[in-house]
């Protein structure tokens, strides 16, 4: 991080929040930031989220994650349609905050609110910009056979991702991290990495540094067909495509004409001699060739079900010889 104080900083009050704050955030690893926040020198006056959504059977309408925490704490929750809606550039206005830390919040911020806070809006990435940019970058980092990713603090602009950096903190990926796993870990040194840019902005100790140009990757997000296992690739590739989309939205494939969602699968020996997709059950499990390779499954959930083993699925499922999976 680059230390140097910004002119006309005055030390702050002994009793005098550091800075007063607009939250906006939308799904459950946003909440480890609201909760540091929370825990703070900052005050958080509202919580920005997007609005209620109907999930479940029932179609109920949910609040989302971020807005039930902000409940608990009694700290009043804004959810506008669009960020663009008058009545919250109003709102905004009245709130009179120094800054506005992002973190997944899930909408565009409009370029007439981005200057309306003294410090502007400060968004919590999970990637070490300028790679990854965009909607899914715990995912691609997965996907793409990273053996590093990480956090970074940014002043958000028009650009995607593009606002220079206030501070960075690195993560290793495990060899069987799943894109969830990971992100459960980012959401917790990523939320320590906010603060910590947030006491910086407010003593006036940080300044951003522009991102570099070279290294830019881009992460949109991950529809469902995106999801769907190509067996023609290699073993290992089949693995870190279907950890990078779990839990969501779920690797799967085919299976006699019905889906088959896939929890995480075991890269085994390229010497294996299977077709891609076909199936084999034996004393070591249940296995799929690849374009290089097997992999062997762990749970799998057939259509209408719930997960089970992959042994107990195939015992009902009786895979004939040659049968293929993805057919």
């Known amino acids: 991080m680059a230390a140097r104080r910004q002119p006309g900083t005055r030390p702050r009050r002994e009793g005098e929040p550091a800075l007063k704050l607009l939250f906006a955030g939308t799904p459950s690893p946003a909440v480890p930031s609201l909760t540091a926040l929370l825990a703070s020198d900052h005050e958080v006056v509202a919580v920005l989220t997007r609005p209620d959504a109907r999930a479940g059977r029932g179609r109920r309408e949910v609040r989302s994650p971020v807005a039930q925490h902000a409940d608990e704490a009694g700290i009043p929750v804004l959810q506008p349609r669009s960020p663009r809606e008058p009545e919250f550039l109003e709102q905004l206005a009245d709130l009179a905050v120094d800054c506005a830390p992002v973190v997944a919040y899930g909408a565009l911020?409009?370029?007439?609110?981005?200057?309306?806070?003294?410090?502007?809006?400060?968004?919590?990435?999970?990637?070490?910009?300028?790679?990854?940019?965009?909607?899914?970058?715990?995912?691609?980092?997965?996907?793409?056979?990273?053996?590093?990713?990480?956090?970074?603090?940014?002043?958000?602009?028009?650009?995607?991702?593009?606002?220079?950096?206030?501070?960075?903190?690195?993560?290793?990926?495990?060899?069987?991290?799943?894109?969830?796993?990971?992100?459960?870990?980012?959401?917790?040194?990523?939320?320590?990495?906010?603060?910590?840019?947030?006491?910086?902005?407010?003593?006036?100790?940080?300044?951003?540094e522009p991102q570099p140009a070279e290294g830019v990757s881009l992460a949109p997000k991950v529809e469902t067909a995106d999801a769907r296992v190509d067996w023609s690739l290699p073993a290992h590739v089949v693995d870190r495509r279907v950890r990078g989309v779990t839990p969501a939205p779920g690797a799967w494939t085919t299976w006699r004409g019905d889906r088959l969602r896939l929890g995480p699968v075991e890269p085994l020996d390229s010497s294996l001699a299977l077709a891609p997709g076909e199936v084999s059950v034996g004393p070591t499990g249940v296995l799929v060739g690849t374009g290089r390779g097997a992999v062997r499954l762990g749970e799998v959930q057939p259509a209408g079900k719930k997960m089970l083993p992959a042994v107990d699925w195939a015992r009902g499922a009786r895979p004939a010889d040659g049968e293929q999976v993805g057919a």
Do not use: C, K, Y
Request: proline share 8%.
């Open 109 to 208: 911020v409009p370029p007439v609110a981005l200057d309306v806070p003294r410090h502007g809006w400060v968004n919590l990435h999970f990637s070490l910009l300028p790679a990854w940019r965009g909607a899914a970058p715990v995912q691609h980092a997965v996907m793409a056979g990273d053996e590093v990713t990480g956090a970074a603090t940014f002043q958000l602009e028009a650009g995607l991702d593009t606002g220079p950096v206030f501070g960075v903190v690195t993560e290793a990926i495990g060899p069987r991290d799943t894109a969830g796993e990971l992100l459960d870990r980012l959401a917790v040194t990523g939320a320590r990495l906010l603060v910590a840019t947030l006491d910086g902005i407010a003593d006036g100790s940080l300044v951003p």
